[in-house]
């Protein structure tokens, strides 16, 4: 197209060009009901060119100035709103573009621009409609066509259904006249369809009163459903009512299903149930026996582990006791060599009480008794006391200590003593099977999109076969069992590291390499936006230095059958400042209680004629006792010990063996308390 010389005057500022396609793109996303997009945007732009051109051409035709209408149709947008914005915001932006030209006609020719766009649009919308609406009726029609053809081919399916199905259909009209029959059920019990249509239920059905009566209060506008024998065929019968424009009843339709195979199966199942019924008594007759043979069990294995314990725990409480007191020199300063020697004894007491425990704990979780004290724990603190506990087995063979800790990983929501047990067990593991001067290490990482932390202990010892992985768990279980093996054990300890961590809704992982070493990973859940720090725990804080000697000398009742036991708590407790009254039971405390009236009681739980838990209930209930510090001292750990301890009114609860040091420290921590 050939431009006058007065086009450049035409010429459209960037800024403003983007100003008008910008809001002719608003406008047409908010009026249409599919959001524009860029492509949309870019034949805006398009346009926008095409009629400045056509504003400053020598020439315009209506053909030219109906295109863009056409080329907005085109485009999908086809509501009048959208026309509407078009003409208002091209009027906007252009009007003012041709009142700066030379002559008056841009004016004129953008109001031509302007009603050639809406004429197009119009004739381009009604073409489109036009077609639209062809369209739909040749869609109209062909479904149309197609679904009278499905529908001949479905009644043709539906009468060969009815015809052959095994059953029997009919209709009947308001005055009980057969309209319609089918089913290969009629042929069944003697009938043909003809046999019956055209024919009255009154003649046909004469001679059965009980089948006419039902047919009747059909008739009538009752839905009815009832059971009959023909031909010795047992058919289940149903009759539905037929209703007029008015509502009223007119005929109603009968169905017959042969249920007789299911008549049957019902009653052989009926006498199946009788006899399985009486066999189930009979069983659960059995397994009510066996279930309180198994209780009987079960208390007796827990009787059995708590007397083990009992029994196992105050001789080695006395031993435990003695080693003390000697290392402090209780009786006489000792010698560095007998300091070793008693070093030695301490450790395998200690040993053999790990033993203990780890045989209780993996009864308490066979049991489901196990329970976790879930709190927000430091994670460097545990893990530094871990290796705090394990730390001289490794200096005795020489071996290095790696640790990493991930700088995000501060606290995890655990039992911090069992995430201890599990640590120590892994730690005392890589120490037991690295040779003297290998390395061990101790790793921590944090995983925020899986939110789990992973606890990984590794070493270059020996390592594990392959074959051997899938025993690695299993408790009592070691991999060299023969007598000569060089690693002892019970085999206890990576049983309770994976059940401990499936208690934590965690899992253990392991990979190894013989003659490399081993690596061993703990998953535990850690939701680190959640978790705050509480209050330390104290025993992964340092205890604060135990007083040598009491100085206000408070008085004791040490209620203690046990004789090295009594006879080691007087010598200690006497060299530390205590007076100490003795009682050998329960009766005998409750006697020395009133006649001394003491700063503190140590009631041992396990004694003859009156036990422990007995005596404190029996203090508790003198209203002058009431406030009266009691100690629980005892050898029972079973699942509810310590919470029967302080139910009955104990005030502190501790397990044999003790430490001397530890009961000290608990003794003055109540007389002080009870001084306030």
């Known amino acids: 197209m050939k431009s006058s010389n007065c086009v450049d005057s035409l010429s ?26 860029s492509d949309v945007c870019q034949c805006l732009l398009g346009l926008v060119d095409q009629m400045i051109l056509l504003l400053g051409a020598e020439s315009l035709t209506l053909d030219q100035a109906e295109a863009p209408g056409i080329a907005l149709v085109g ?3 086809t509501q009048p709103e959208v026309l509407q914005q078009t003409l208002l915001i091209l009027d906007q932006h252009l009007r003012p573009l ?25 004739r381009e919308l009604r073409r489109v409609v036009v077609q639209e609406q062809a369209e739909m009726q040749q869609a109209i029609l062909t479904a149309y066509r197609q679904s009278a053809k499905d529908l001949r081919f479905r009644e043709e399916q539906l009468r060969l259904v009815i015809t052959n199905a095994p059953l029997i259909l009919v209709q009947l009209d308001r005055e009980g006249t057969f309209t319609f029959a089918a ?12 046999q019956l249509v055209g024919h009255s239920i009154f003649t046909r059905l004469a001679d059965s009163a009980e089948n006419f009566d039902y047919y009747q209060r059909g008739l009538k506008g009752e839905a009815v459903t009832w059971t009959s024998i023909y031909a010795g065929r047992c058919y289940e019968a149903r009759l539905v009512p037929l209703y007029d424009a008015q509502g009223m009843p007119d005929g109603a339709i009968g169905l017959g299903v042969d249920v007789t195979e299911r008549v049957e199966a019902h009653a052989a199942l009926a006498s199946e149930r009788e006899s399985l019924a009486q066999r189930v008594a009979e069983r659960t007759a059995e397994l009510s026996q066996a279930n309180a043979e198994l209780r009987r069990s079960n208390q007796m294995k827990d009787d059995f582990l708590a007397t083990m314990s009992h029994e196992l725990r105050t001789p080695l409480h006395a031993m435990l006791m003695i080693v003390e007191a000697l290392q402090e020199g209780i009786y006489d300063p000792v010698t560095p060599k007998q300091a070793a020697k008693l070093k030695q004894i301490e450790e395998s007491g200690y040993h053999l009480l790990d033993l203990i425990n780890d045989t209780l704990d993996l009864a308490k979780i066979g049991a489901g008794k196990m329970e976790l004290e879930l709190e927000a724990a430091d994670v460097k603190a545990i893990c530094q006391n871990s290796l705090q506990l394990t730390e001289q087995a490794a200096q005795v063979k020489g071996l290095r200590i790696v640790t990493s800790f991930d700088s995000q990983v501060t606290v995890i929501r655990c039992d911090v003593r069992r995430l201890i047990q599990i640590l120590v067990n892994l730690l005392d593991n890589a120490i037991k099977f690295t040779p003297a001067h290998g390395t061990i290490g101790l790793a921590v990482e944090g995983d925020l999109y899986q939110q789990a932390v992973r606890f990984t202990v590794w070493d270059t010892g020996i390592g594990i076969a392959e074959t051997d992985l899938s025993r690695l768990f299993k408790p009592f279980v070691q991999l060299d069992s023969s007598l000569s093996r060089l690693y002892q054990g019970t085999g206890l300890g990576l049983a309770l590291v994976y059940h401990l961590t499936e208690l934590h809704g965690g899992g253990v992982s392991v990979t190894s390499m013989p003659g490399k070493g081993s690596r061993f990973t703990i998953t535990l859940p850690w939701h680190a936006a959640s978790l705050s720090l509480a209050d330390p725990d104290p025993d992964l804080v340092q205890q604060q230095e135990i007083p040598r000697m009491f100085t206000n000398q408070p008085v004791i009742v040490l209620a203690e059958d046990h004789v090295i036991t009594r006879t080691l708590l007087v010598d200690y407790l006497e060299r530390k400042g205590c007076q100490i ?7 005998e405390a409750i006697e020395q209680i009133r006649a001394t009236q003491p700063d503190v ?11 422990g838990l007995e005596a404190i209930k029996h203090i508790r209930a003198d209203e002058a006792c009431q406030q009266l510090p009691i100690i629980a001292v005892t050898a029972l750990v079973m699942p509810g010990d310590h919470e029967r301890c302080l139910a009955a009114g104990a005030n502190a609860y501790v397990s044999k063996p003790i430490s001397l040091q530890h009961l000290v420290a608990i003794i003055e921590d109540l007389v002080q308390h009870d001084s306030e």
Do not use: K
């Open 98 to 122: 041709c009142r700066t030209g030379a002559v008056s006609q841009y004016e004129q020719r953008l109001s031509m621009l302007l009603a050639g766009i809406a004429t197009g649009f119009t």
């Open 12 to 37: 459209i500022d960037p800024g403003n060009r983007l100003a008008l396609v910008t809001s002719w793109y608003h406008a047409i996303a908010i009026s249409h009901t599919y959001p524009a997009d």
């Open 601 to 611: 009681v140590i009631m041992d739980i396990q004694m003859p004629e009156m036990n």
């Open 75 to 77: 485009m999908g947008y």
């Open 183 to 194: 089913g290969q059920g009629l042929t069944a019990i003697g009938w043909q369809p003809e």
């Open 581 to 587: 009254v003795l009682a050998r039971n329960g009766l």
